[in-house]
Nanobody
Protein backbone atom coordinates (compact mmCIF):
# COMPACT_ATOMS: atom_id res chain seq x y z
CA UNK A 1 0.00 0.00 0.00
CA UNK A 2 1.32 3.41 -0.96
CA UNK A 3 1.83 5.85 1.89
CA UNK A 4 3.14 9.37 2.20
CA UNK A 5 3.95 10.47 5.73
CA UNK A 6 4.78 14.07 6.54
CA UNK A 7 6.69 15.18 9.61
CA UNK A 8 8.50 18.22 10.93
CA UNK A 9 5.63 20.59 11.52
CA UNK A 10 5.26 22.60 14.70
CA UNK A 11 5.03 26.01 16.27
CA UNK A 12 7.62 28.61 15.36
CA UNK A 13 7.97 32.36 15.75
CA UNK A 14 7.83 34.67 12.77
CA UNK A 15 11.20 34.81 11.08
CA UNK A 16 12.04 31.28 12.13
CA UNK A 17 12.62 28.12 10.13
CA UNK A 18 11.27 24.62 9.87
CA UNK A 19 12.06 21.63 7.69
CA UNK A 20 9.27 19.33 6.63
CA UNK A 21 9.88 15.79 5.48
CA UNK A 22 7.70 13.45 3.45
CA UNK A 23 8.63 9.79 3.46
CA UNK A 24 7.12 7.61 0.75
CA UNK A 25 6.60 3.87 1.02
CA UNK A 26 4.88 1.15 -0.93
CA UNK A 27 6.63 1.89 -4.21
CA UNK A 28 9.52 3.84 -5.64
CA UNK A 29 8.70 7.43 -6.45
CA UNK A 30 11.91 8.42 -8.18
CA UNK A 31 10.08 9.03 -11.47
CA UNK A 32 6.98 10.56 -9.90
CA UNK A 33 6.28 14.25 -9.54
CA UNK A 34 6.29 15.27 -5.90
CA UNK A 35 4.60 18.32 -4.50
CA UNK A 36 3.86 20.28 -1.38
CA UNK A 37 0.54 22.03 -0.82
CA UNK A 38 -0.93 23.81 2.16
CA UNK A 39 -4.37 24.60 3.45
CA UNK A 40 -5.28 27.23 5.98
CA UNK A 41 -8.64 27.19 7.80
CA UNK A 42 -11.44 28.34 5.54
CA UNK A 43 -9.20 28.49 2.47
CA UNK A 44 -8.60 26.29 -0.54
CA UNK A 45 -5.57 24.07 -0.78
CA UNK A 46 -2.70 26.13 -2.16
CA UNK A 47 0.29 25.05 -4.25
CA UNK A 48 3.62 25.53 -2.47
CA UNK A 49 6.32 23.70 -4.42
CA UNK A 50 6.87 20.72 -6.69
CA UNK A 51 9.42 18.84 -8.71
CA UNK A 52 8.41 17.50 -12.09
CA UNK A 53 8.26 13.84 -13.08
CA UNK A 54 11.36 14.43 -15.20
CA UNK A 55 13.19 15.67 -12.12
CA UNK A 56 14.50 18.56 -14.15
CA UNK A 57 12.91 21.58 -12.56
CA UNK A 58 11.44 22.73 -9.26
CA UNK A 59 8.50 25.08 -9.13
CA UNK A 60 7.41 27.38 -6.32
CA UNK A 61 4.26 29.26 -5.50
CA UNK A 62 4.66 33.03 -5.64
CA UNK A 63 4.06 33.46 -1.92
CA UNK A 64 7.01 31.23 -0.95
CA UNK A 65 9.61 32.00 -3.63
CA UNK A 66 12.94 32.91 -2.14
CA UNK A 67 11.98 31.60 1.31
CA UNK A 68 11.19 27.89 0.80
CA UNK A 69 13.42 25.27 -0.76
CA UNK A 70 12.27 21.92 -2.09
CA UNK A 71 14.67 18.99 -2.21
CA UNK A 72 14.51 15.29 -2.91
CA UNK A 73 16.51 12.26 -1.83
CA UNK A 74 15.60 9.33 -4.03
CA UNK A 75 17.84 6.98 -2.03
CA UNK A 76 15.53 7.55 0.93
CA UNK A 77 12.30 7.96 -1.06
CA UNK A 78 11.90 11.25 0.79
CA UNK A 79 11.27 14.86 -0.14
CA UNK A 80 11.86 17.89 2.02
CA UNK A 81 10.60 21.44 2.31
CA UNK A 82 13.00 23.82 4.01
CA UNK A 83 11.05 26.85 5.15
CA UNK A 84 12.82 30.03 6.24
CA UNK A 85 11.73 33.58 7.09
CA UNK A 86 8.38 32.18 8.13
CA UNK A 87 5.41 34.52 8.38
CA UNK A 88 2.12 34.17 10.26
CA UNK A 89 0.39 33.80 6.88
CA UNK A 90 2.36 30.59 6.32
CA UNK A 91 0.28 28.97 9.05
CA UNK A 92 -1.52 25.97 7.54
CA UNK A 93 -1.63 22.22 7.30
CA UNK A 94 1.07 21.17 4.85
CA UNK A 95 0.47 18.19 2.60
CA UNK A 96 2.83 16.11 0.52
CA UNK A 97 1.59 14.61 -2.75
CA UNK A 98 2.85 12.29 -5.49
CA UNK A 99 1.75 12.12 -9.11
CA UNK A 100 2.41 9.63 -11.89
CA UNK A 101 4.56 10.83 -14.79
CA UNK A 102 2.55 12.85 -17.29
CA UNK A 103 4.93 12.76 -20.22
CA UNK A 104 3.94 15.30 -22.83
CA UNK A 105 1.83 17.34 -20.46
CA UNK A 106 2.68 20.91 -19.57
CA UNK A 107 4.35 21.15 -16.19
CA UNK A 108 1.75 23.71 -15.06
CA UNK A 109 -0.08 20.54 -14.12
CA UNK A 110 2.13 20.36 -11.05
CA UNK A 111 0.22 23.22 -9.45
CA UNK A 112 -3.14 21.43 -9.74
CA UNK A 113 -4.32 19.29 -6.82
CA UNK A 114 -6.30 17.00 -9.14
CA UNK A 115 -3.16 15.85 -10.92
CA UNK A 116 -1.77 14.06 -7.87
CA UNK A 117 -2.54 10.41 -7.15
CA UNK A 118 -1.38 10.10 -3.56
CA UNK A 119 -1.57 12.42 -0.57
CA UNK A 120 -0.19 12.39 2.93
CA UNK A 121 -2.21 13.11 6.05
CA UNK A 122 -0.68 16.56 6.54
CA UNK A 123 1.42 18.24 9.20
CA UNK A 124 0.45 21.44 11.01
CA UNK A 125 2.70 24.48 10.78
CA UNK A 126 1.86 27.40 13.04
CA UNK A 127 3.79 30.67 12.86
CA UNK A 128 3.25 33.09 15.71
CA UNK A 129 3.70 36.84 15.35
Amino acid sequence: QVQLVESGGGLVQAGGSLRLSCAASGRTFSNYAMGWFRQAPGKEREFVAAISWSGGRIYYGDSVKGRFTFSRDNTKNTVYLQMTSLKPEDTAVYYCAAGRPAVGAHEDLLTVTGYYDYWGQGTQVTVSS
